[in-house]
């Protein structure tokens, strides 16, 4: 398995090299330099300007420059941002990294396990009407144009639910409410990067008890105990920072993040529920349902034990897809709701023609897609063992 | 009752072929007629297979509706509208709406930000008094008996837009699918019939290709460049023909490399190039139509994010219309000027589902393992 | 390979043994869009325990639906009209699902047609074992104790109990035949359903899967039905043998008896369609025409449309099960009229 991983790690490298060559060769395709670009912006000085050069290797020839290219990004010196000057790309990005991270987990890992429970329970339950409703929700909901999809969301949980009911729901947009924030002694990152430090070091224990749980104990046991653990997990940091004097802040944070979050994740689930269910569907024709159900297993056990841990193989794969799918509805999702990330980075940067921030956040994002598909592959390895042994 | 098979006596007649004068058999009917029944034929088997899915049907409506309404604009344009008004991108309308005071202040700045279309009230306006009511030129206009389906920001008739752009999705849809299918066609018969590092070569840039999520990309390509709408519909076909299509391909094109008659094809002495191309691909060809199918779900979608983001360089299309309502803020203000927002996103979502749906129908017919039995 | 002249299995006569399987008048039919198919009708037979029968017949002739009805295992669109099923006595159609799952496995367990596929691929062989051993045994057994009686199992049918660690990939397509075998065995069940267990192996495997099952019933003193369309390996195996026709038992009785005095057309024509290689060169009498539809039926006896003997009234009149002596049963108009095995061609 070590193997396996260390040889996709190389593979991943070297693709992302590749990537990094087309967009160089994208770069070059324009015409004129990126010294131009200074020389309409009064706020940067001359000096920048040759530093730029430099950095560049623009008195190079092609090849040279392609050296000096590779060199930046694999030494991480993306160079400063022209809208946002002078402040270095890298530091925009690290900042809006991690709440895009905690956009496209939440999101997906949402998505995939209400999309498999759904699809799994729907694929078992054949009763006509159910199906059609379902089957044609989960079409629409698939198709349907995302940005208009995330409008709507904000009219129905903004406007007009708030009108039904006194109050919203959720926030329209944003990262935070500045109002809220005035005189705070926590900056927004602080708060932040204090929330995904106890929400992940929470579910990790989560996962290790599981872990531990299922080499000792039997199989139904060892269930209980990992959902549990991921239950105290999950209520643990609310319980933390309702105790914590960052209250306020946190929860504003959250709530903001919610609606958000909860766009993607319909969206995603769709298209997940619908090919877990035609999975399952396919699985419950094999020959090895039929022995468990011979062998007088109960229907559960069957549905869940046999065929949906065969349904999920196909699901797994289409994981890297989805992840195609995930990052670009993300990126919308930040734009539709202003939400300070990766993607409304890339967008602002692509607006005002900053061009060092837009290669810089593609390229992150294309690190952030490698790593996903990365993850995808050694989870499907460690699912199907007819894959192991090759 | 069955009479006894005796098995020793020959079971068929003779079958006398007509002979042609010099000798030689004639054939009675000429091969073209011949093929077209066949064709005819399967169109009609495929047909009643395609309809017995209500779903796929539905699609296929949704697309003539569609189709009907990109075909009757022009005509519209030219008899019974007048241009000046309807005309998508240059007409121009303020139509004035009656409106209802219902409160007055002394110190406001744009009296028609107050306005709520739904309930035709005004909140404020100076030199009024509550309970007048005033006739206002409106831009965004609500739908009217003029204006169906309203006007925009610009004063531009809504529903005129709609029909417009129609013709623009269905042709970058043409453009992408058809692009996508010749390059995953030619890519995966080619990977499949030659193998070997061609193959993995192949199939590892549609890997690459695969990974690199489309619309970040896009974006930044339409920053570099300014994307028209051939030319967005050509990057599309690109990326996705090297890609997954070019994956499903290939695996189609490879199980019909190893049929018996691409054996017998190539002992009968046909070259590479014939045997791909005769062979090959026309069985391939079905499974690439269906793909085109989703290629233009695909592309319809695409090209209405990147114009909602404002990065096209098209003057109009349905998410042109979208962004131009956004980004003036009408959007985000209320849900008064639901006209701006429901025709175009609906006509995207159907139009993109209509060929999703028509796809997936089109899947049973060409892969007879979906069938139901 | 055994044709159908050469000694039918000598074996001990079991038919003073208690009855352990009775199944009275079963009729189920499949409703498809295009009506009701009348796949199994007033089937009865008897299995005593020890005993071994086979049912035999052409493909779609209801061998499988009844193997499947036995445990009720039918599919979502199979309706059971009328009929008993009766283990030890007690109706297995009147029990509720639960009560029935409990006799599943532990008193009847089955060996599917191409049972290579019965394994979950995901999931190690040893745990599937287990899985039904965990579910039936009664007290439960420890680990140890189970590992220990799998191994034995596995030992028993000739495999090498170290791949109960491994995944059916790992395992030839013999091997997984012989896993599922012992599967079936392991929770002590009074009868076994062997469904084509062997169709899918080749010759010499094929042989040796035969001569396995033989040793472990007689060793194990269990209740077999086999079902083929192979009539030699029937014959190797089973004490009392039906032949399957149109979803009808159309004869039913001793192994012997029927392979040497068969009183049903299509069982006589059935076993000498076998050219054999030892025996006097004749004329080959080939059956005729296809198995019917079971849609729509052929009116009075189903054989009618392919059978040499058929007269006006096998047309009108469906036969009845009648006893030709010592009690092999024969459903035909006309079973005095179908000539001893020895003479040659039809007439």
């Avoid at chain 2, 030689?24 to 088997?45: D, H, N």
Wanted: aromatic share 10%.
């Amino acid at each position: 398995m070590a193997k396996f991983i260390s040889k996709r790690l190389v593979q991943m490298v070297i693709l992302f090299a590749i990537f990094l060559t087309i967009l160089f060769f994208l770069l070059e395709a324009q015409p004129g330099d990126l010294t131009q670009q200074y020389i309409g912006n009064p706020d940067i000085p001359p000096e920048e300007k040759a530093r730029l050069a430099a950095r560049l290797g623009l008195d190079q020839p092609l090849w040279g420059r392609y050296i000096q290219y590779m060199r930046n990004f694999f030494t991480g010196n993306l160079g400063n941002s022209l809208s946002q000057y002078p402040t270095p790309v890298s530091k925009l990005i690290l900042t809006a990294l991690p709440r895009t991270i905690v956009l496209f987990l939440s999101a997906t890992l949402l998505a995939y396990y209400l999309g498999f429970v759904t699809g799994k329970v729907l694929a078992w339950k054949r009763g006509k009407a159910t199906e059609y409703m379902l089957t044609l929700g989960g079409v629409g909901l698939y198709t349907v144009f995302y940005p208009w999809f995330a409008l709507l969301m904000i009219w129905l949980f903004g406007f007009t639910l708030a009108e039904w009911i006194g109050f919203r729901i959720f926030p329209i947009n944003k990262f935070i409410d500045v109002n809220d924030w005035t005189g705070a002694p926590y900056s927004t990152n602080e708060v932040f990067m204090w929330m995904i430090g106890i929400a992940s070091v929470s579910l990790l224990v989560a996962g290790l008890i599981t872990l531990y749980a299922r080499r000792r104990l039997e199989f139904a046991p060892a269930i209980r105990v990992r959902n549990w653990s991921f239950l105290v997990a999950v209520i643990f940091p609310f319980v933390f920072f309702k105790l914590s004097p960052m209250e306020p802040y946190a929860w504003d944070i959250l709530h903001h993040t919610m609606l958000p979050v909860i766009t993607l994740t319909l969206v995603a689930f769709a298209g997940i529920m619908l090919l877990t269910r035609s999975s399952m569907l396919e699985t419950l024709r094999e020959d090895y349902i039929l022995t468990a159900r011979a062998k007088g297993l109960s229907e559960k056990v069957v549905r869940d034990r046999h065929a949906a841990r065969n349904a999920l193989l196909p699901v797994v794969t289409s994981l890297v897809l989805a992840l195609a799918f995930v990052i670009g509805g993300g990126i919308i999702t930040e734009t539709v709701f202003s939400w300070p990330g990766i993607g409304l980075l890339l967008f602002q940067a692509v607006i005002l023609e900053d061009i060092p921030l837009a290669m810089g956040t593609l390229s992150i994002i294309a690190v952030l897609a490698l790593v996903g598909h990365l993850i995808a592959d050694i989870l499907y390895v460690y699912l199907d063992p007819r894959i192991r042994y090759q | 009752m069955t009479e006894r098979v005796d098995l020793e006596e020959p079971q068929v007649q003779g079958y006398q072929l007509p002979q042609a004068p010099g000798g030689g058999p004639v054939v009675q009917e000429p091969l073209w007629r011949i093929r077209l029944r066949l064709f005819r034929k399967a169109l009609g088997r495929n047909w009643r297979l395609f309809a017995r899915n209500k779903v796929g049907l539905i699609g296929l409506g949704i697309i003539l509706a569609f189709a009907l309404m990109a075909i009757i604009h022009p005509f519209l344009m030219d008899r019974v509208w007048d241009p000046g008004i309807y005309d998508p991108v240059q007409g121009y309308d303020a139509p004035r709406t009656e409106l209802l005071v219902v409160e007055t202040k002394d110190d406001v700045e744009d009296p028609t930000s107050q306005i709520d279309h739904a309930t035709a009230r005004l909140k404020t306006t100076p030199f009024v008094k509550v309970g007048d009511t005033v006739s206002i030129p409106s831009q965004p206009a609500p739908p009217s008996s003029k204006h169906w389906l309203g006007t925009d920001p610009l004063g531009r008739d809504i529903l005129s837009q709609l029909m417009y752009s129609t013709r623009a999705a269905f042709a970058l849809g043409a453009i992408a699918a058809i692009v996508t299918v010749f390059i995953a066609t030619t890519v995966g018969s080619i990977a499949a019939f030659f193998g070997g590092w061609i193959d993995s070569f192949l199939m590892r840039f549609a890997d690459l290709v695969l990974l690199v999520p489309l619309i970040p990309v896009l974006i930044v390509v339409a920053s570099l460049f300014t994307l028209t709408l051939p030319l967005l519909g050509i990057l599309i076909g690109l990326l996705s023909g090297f890609g997954g299509t070019a994956i499903v391909l290939k695996s189609q094109a490879l199980s019909v490399s190893v049929k018996p008659f691409i054996d017998a094809a190539r002992v009968a002495g046909g070259s590479n190039a014939h045997i791909i191309f005769r062979h090959i691909i026309p069985n391939v060809l079905p499974l690439s139509f269906l793909y085109m199918m989703f290629t233009v779900t695909e592309a319809i979608a695409l090209e209405a994010t990147l114009s909602f983001l404002g990065l096209m360089n098209v003057q109009m299309s349905w998410g042109i219309m979208i962004y131009v309502a956004h980004s003036q803020g009408y959007l985000l203000s209320g849900t008064s000027y639901w006209w701006l927002l429901f025709p175009a996103g609906l006509a995207v979502t159907l139009l993109a589902a209509a060929f999703f749906l028509a796809g997936r129908a089109m899947d049973e017919v060409v892969n007879p393992r979906l069938r139901r039995r | 390979m055994q044709t159908a002249e050469s000694p039918v299995s000598t074996r001990p006569s079991r038919s003073a043994n208690p009855p352990l399987l009775e199944v009275d008048d079963l009729t189920m039919e499949y409703e498809t869009e295009k009506g009701s198919v009348s796949a199994v009708q007033d089937v009865s037979f008897t299995v005593r325990s020890g005993e071994a029968l086979g049912l035999v017949g052409e493909s779609g002739c209801g061998k499988t639906s009844v193997a499947m009805a036995l445990l009720r295992l039918q599919a979502d669109n199979a309706h059971f009209r009328h009929g008993e099923v009766r283990l030890n006595g007690e109706d297995l159609l009147a029990l509720s699902e639960d009560e029935m799952r409990t006799h599943r496995w532990s008193d009847i367990s089955m060996v599917f047609q191409g049972a290579m596929n019965a394994w979950n691929p995901v999931q190690r062989v040893g745990d599937q074992v287990k899985e039904a051993m965990d579910l039936h045994i009664k007290p439960r057994l420890t680990a140890a104790d189970t590992r220990e009686r799998m191994e034995e199992f596995f030992r028993l049918v000739g495999v090498d109990p170290k791949m109960l660690d491994r995944y059916p990939h790992e395992f030839s397509g013999g091997m997984r035949q012989r896993a599922i075998i012992a599967m079936a065995l392991s929770c002590d069940p009074q009868l076994i359903i062997a469904d084509e267990p062997t169709t899918a192996l080749d010759v010499i495997v094929q042989d040796q899967i035969l001569e396995q099952l033989k040793r472990i019933q007689h060793e194990l003193g269990m209740a077999m039905i086999y079902i083929s369309h192979d009539i030699a390996v029937i014959a190797e195996v089973t004490d009392t043998i039906g032949v399957m026709y149109a979803g009808r038992i159309v004869e039913l009785g001793s192994t012997r008896e029927v392979f040497q005095r068969p009183k049903h057309p299509y069982a006589y024509l059935l076993l000498n369609s076998a050219p054999s290689i030892t025996g006097p060169r004749r004329k080959l009498a080939p059956l005729k025409g296809e198995p019917p539809n079971l849609l729509n039926p052929p009116t009075g006896c189903r054989f009618h449309p392919r059978c040499p003997f058929a007269t006006d009234k096998c047309v009108t009149d469906s036969p009845p099960l009648e006893d030709v002596g010592g009690g092999h049963l024969v459903e035909c108009w006309h079973w005095d009229q179908v000539p001893e095995i020895t003479e040659m061609g039809v007439a």
